[in-house]
């Protein structure tokens, strides 16, 4: 992201987009300056002036309102004396691939978490509309920057962030459906999607190890340094429909990753 992508973003009209922008630019980003903060801060403070809540701000951008009071604040400053080592720990199983009968329950985290003898919590962060990425728009067979349906939450072991899975979907199939609706899909995602007449073909699911975006970092409280695990999962149909595709963002230290043959009949 250079000088000039800054002004052509900061020459947004609307604060709520251009905060949005800043942001999405961030996200995919490494090595963002000081200056794209200030610009996101502003975007923000002007947002608030004109009568934004907090909330509102929050779901446009993606994130919780407590994210929005960090980013109107800047970066809050790490203590030198608070060694890696006081920071909580927890160690969560993903196993791979998934079992069916787990992936069809209420929720594959909340079922996986308890049988380790976990403490699990999931939160949502957006759901809405955004622009689709290169990886997603090609498991959806759309185009890069079409906008598609995307559903993010974070899931907490012992209240310990360690996931931020989000699951996108086609607009022009589930648009106005529950599917993108507010809040959690009861009783779960799975029915919802049965429930539309798609029955499952096959997924297929790559496994990428890489360093953590600014958004993951912030999101999951990784340490400076801390890489991620990003399972993509793409199912399809029986007709060969991109249903869903689910990514799911691990904090790599806090992982482990158990890989078996499951049989029966799978799930999306």
């Given at each position: 992201m250079d000088l000039r992508t800054l002004r052509d973003i900061s020459?947004?009209?609307?604060?709520?987009?251009?905060?949005?922008?800043?942001?999405?630019?961030?996200?995919?980003?490494?090595?963002?300056t000081q200056e794209a903060a200030r610009i996101r801060r502003g975007a923000i403070a002007e947002a608030r002036e004109q009568g934004h809540t907090l909330e509102a701000i929050a779901k446009a951008l993606g994130v919780t309102p407590g994210r929005v009071s960090q980013m109107r604040k800047g970066p809050p400053e790490r203590a030198p004396e608070q060694p890696v080592s006081q920071v909580p720990k927890v160690i969560v199983q993903r196993a791979l691939p998934t079992d069916p009968a787990t992936r069809g329950s209420v929720s594959l985290f909340l079922v996986e978490a308890e049988r380790q003898?976990?403490?699990?919590?999931?939160?949502?962060?957006?759901?809405?509309?955004?622009?689709?990425?290169?990886?997603?728009?090609?498991?959806?067979?759309?185009?890069?920057?079409?906008?598609?349906?995307?559903?993010?939450?974070?899931?907490?072991?012992?209240?310990?962030?360690?996931?931020?899975?989000?699951?996108?979907?086609?607009?022009?199939?589930?648009?106005?459906?529950?599917?993108?609706?507010?809040?959690?899909?009861?009783?779960?995602?799975?029915?919802?999607?049965?429930?539309?007449?798609?029955?499952?073909?096959h997924a297929e699911e790559t496994l990428t190890a890489r360093p953590a975006t600014h958004f993951e970092a912030d999101t999951l409280n990784l340490d400076p340094g801390e890489w991620v695990v990003q399972v993509l999962r793409a199912s399809y149909s029986t007709e060969?429909?991109?249903?869903?595709?689910?990514?799911?963002?691990?904090?790599?230290?806090?992982h482990i990753f158990p890989i078996g043959q499951v049989g029966g009949v799978d799930e999306f």
């Open positions: 020459a947004i009209a609307d604060p709520i987009e251009r905060a949005r922008a800043i942001s999405r630019a961030m996200t995919e980003q490494q090595g963002i003898g976990i403490r699990p919590d999931r939160t949502m962060l957006y759901i809405g509309l955004e622009p689709a990425s290169d990886h997603v728009a090609e498991c959806l067979r759309v185009g890069t920057g079409d906008e598609i349906i995307a559903r993010r939450k974070m899931m907490l072991a012992n209240e310990v962030p360690v996931r931020i899975a989000t699951s996108y979907f086609r607009a022009d199939l589930f648009a106005g459906t529950r599917i993108a609706e507010p809040e959690f899909v009861k009783p779960s995602l799975q029915a919802a999607i049965q429930a539309l007449g798609y029955s499952f073909g060969g429909t991109p249903v869903h595709t689910l990514e799911t963002i691990c904090a790599a230290t806090r």
